[in-house]
């Protein structure tokens, strides 16, 4: 026999909150994988991509795999933010221990300007440890919805524009999986900080 309407109405928050109570548990569930010890938690952010280095060859994020890498996004004809956050960068690749192997990796926001040649001329001013990688804008669009990198095109005095960009260093481990928004305002923490993952 069915039961009464009344006790069908006291069932279905019961029944609501189960499967709510179910999909948090799932949800945290897979916020807790362990991906091996001494692996970053689980991200969203990140993915694999192919782009263009400055030799002209293709760099995937497989090749960049084995050092942990700081990936910031920019572009060459930025009149502040990206030379300044490069040189911080220069200065934390030089100050962490000898041997200590990581890299810097420039990607451009503005690709219709920023060819592998011209990101190639713009990073000799820095650490060679930081290579640039660009791409058509197809590859590029979809590096940054990987790292959820903002950027826009600004337009300014006839055919020159600017691009409105997040600037966030990520910290990627020796797997390319991404670690924390590395903070750039103290060197020295931010070079040991990248040695825990060396």
Same mark, same amino acid.
């Given at each position: ?84 956050? +490069? ?94 928004? +590395? ?16």
């Amino acid at each position: 026999m069915a039961p009464p309407t009344t006790t069908r109405r006291n069932l279905l928050p019961i029944v609501a909150f189960a499967g709510g109570a179910a999909l948090v548990a799932g949800a945290a569930a897979m916020m807790l994988v362990d991906n091996g010890p001494g692996a970053p938690a689980p991200s969203l952010i990140g993915g694999p991509f192919k782009l263009t280095g400055g030799d002209g060859k293709d760099v995937t994020q497989d090749d960049l795999k084995g050092e942990p890498s700081l990936v910031f996004f920019g572009y060459t004809h930025c009149p502040d933010v990206c030379p300044t956050t +490069l040189f911080e960068i220069s200065e934390i690749l030089r100050k962490l221990k000898a041997g200590g192997k990581a890299r810097g990796v420039f990607v451009t926001v503005d690709p219709e300007r920023d060819t592998p040649a011209i990101m190639k001329d713009y990073l000799s001013s820095f650490d060679d440890r930081i290579i640039g990688l660009s791409g058509d804008r197809a590859d590029i669009d979809k590096v940054l919805k990987e790292y959820r990198v903002y950027s826009k095109k600004q337009p300014g005095t006839g055919d020159d524009y600017t691009m409105d960009h997040s600037a966030i260093v990520y910290l990627m481990d020796k797997q390319m999986r991404f670690v924390n928004a +590395l903070n750039l305002a103290n060197p020295d923490a931010a070079a040991r900080e990248i040695e825990r993952w060396m």
